[in-house]
């Protein structure tokens, strides 16, 4: 990344750049302003740092997150002088910057996200993503830190830890993403101490009809069950050993029937919720037998064998290969987020997210192109590859990637 600030050309707006880049071509310039019309936050007049650029240096934040707040707007500006012949675009002030990113706050990139951050994999190019007719994803939750400020700690709030207080307050977050492509559909955050169900629930509105939803241990209770069966979508949960499972028939593969009802309850028959029960044990790496017990929406051992569905679940730790590269590699393990004030943190979340997808639709691309697996391609090649060419991405084609 160039550390030289330039200026834009007389008469030039970073917002005519911007619309050939990369990010756009992810979520397009259009989109993004009927978004901000939509809400009311767009630019009014013509600015050199307007609403939609803002948008766009909100997911850059992400990409560059060793950089200054200028220096992050000077990466999106050079691009733009780059493709003039010119040197020295237009200087902004972090004021300027954090002026904006005010007016924007969280919302837009929420449902820009909720609307740009759909499911990638196609049932006949990349059949890996898939369990029989069911696109396979996945819900589950994480922490990071978040700057140690008074609005901060009193929106998301402290961890406890032996010596009593963490020293940085948390927040908590869900995503669900798409197994086979590591593309995040949907994402929440939340304040530290909230349960996490009530975290995952806004994730719902992207689960549906045709997709087998995985979750660990923790997402099982009747309540959590009912809400996400009633999206359409099929379910295969780990669920805690010692829950009451009575067996009401037993299944030629070992799986068996039982059925599940509201906590204190009576056991009304209209309440309850049909389930299949799989149990299994596998050794765990220090040589231990380890015994795990599913619950699945799916209970027909013919189409979905036992044997079949226990393999699929741990294909669920792909999740937290997610996790690690928003945290480890897209943050370059950097441990706090920059922001300062509850609202900022979320449109830097959203932000984070957006981002991610951007390089996961490259790894797309790049796996339909050369007709690839993508757990084979590295997100981490293609996160440096959208670092290096979005200074100059206005001529770079994600083709050739």
Same mark, same amino acid.
């Given at each position: ?59 850059? @934040? ?14 999106? %500006? ?108 949907? %994402? ?22 045709? +997709?087998?939803?995985? %979750? ?42 039982? $059925? ?33 017990? +599913? ?18 679940? &741990? ?22 987020? $920059? ?34 697996? &993508?757990?084979?391609? #590295?997100?981490?090649?293609? @996160?440096?590859?959208?670092? $290096?060419?979005?200074? $100059? #991405? ?8």
């Amino acid at each position: 990344m160039a550390r030289t600030k330039a200026v834009l050309g007389s008469g030039a707006r970073l917002s005519d750049y911007l619309s050939a880049t990369l990010l756009a071509r992810v979520f397009p310039a259009d989109q993004i302003n009927q978004i901000l019309d939509a809400q009311g936050r767009n630019s009014r007049r013509v600015r050199s740092f307007p609403a939609l650029v803002g948008v766009y240096y909100c997911m850059a @934040l992400s990409l560059y997150p060793e950089a200054a707040y200028e220096e992050v707007f000077a990466v999106l %500006a050079e691009g733009f002088a780059w493709s003039q012949g010119r040197t020295q675009p237009t200087p902004v002030a972090k004021s300027s910057i954090s002026e904006l990113r005010s007016k924007l706050g969280a919302e837009p990139l929420r449902e820009l996200m909720h609307q740009a951050c759909v499911p990638l994999a196609q049932a006949r190019k990349h059949p890996q993503a898939f369990f029989g007719k069911h696109r396979v994803v996945a819900i589950d939750g994480s922490n990071f830190d978040v700057p140690d400020e008074v609005d901060n700690v009193e929106t998301f709030g402290y961890p406890g830890s032996r010596t009593g207080q963490a020293n940085y307050p948390q927040a908590q977050c869900a995503v669900l993403v798409e197994c086979g492509t590591h593309a995040i559909l949907n %994402a929440h955050i939340g304040p530290y101490h909230a349960t996490e169900w009530d975290v995952c629930v806004p994730l719902l509105d992207s689960l549906g009809p045709g +997709m087998l939803c995985l %979750a660990d241990r923790g997402f099982d209770a009747y309540s959590y069950w009912k809400q996400a069966r009633a999206t359409g979508a099929d379910l295969l949960w780990r669920c805690a050993n010692n829950r009451i499972l009575p067996v009401e028939k037993e299944l030629d593969d070992g799986s068996y029937l039982s $059925r599940i009802y509201p906590r204190k309850s009576r056991k009304n028959a209209a309440e309850a919720i049909e389930v299949r029960v799989i149990e299994y044990e596998i050794t765990n790496p220090e040589g231990k037998p380890e015994r795990y017990r +599913m619950l699945t929406s799916l209970l027909n051992p013919k189409e979905d064998p036992a044997e079949e569905l226990t393999a699929l679940y &741990h294909t669920r730790w792909e999740i937290e290969s997610v996790f690690d590269e928003l945290k480890t590699h897209q943050q370059q393990s950097r441990r706090v987020l $920059r922001s300062k004030t509850p609202e900022l943190v979320r449109q830097e979340f959203y932000g984070w997210v957006l981002a991610h997808y951007a390089v996961r639709w490259l790894v797309h691309q790049t796996a339909l192109e050369h007709k690839v697996a &993508h757990d084979t391609l #590295s997100f981490t090649r293609h @996160l440096h590859l959208l670092r $290096r060419t979005q200074p $100059r #991405s206005g001529d770079f084609s994600p083709s050739a990637a």
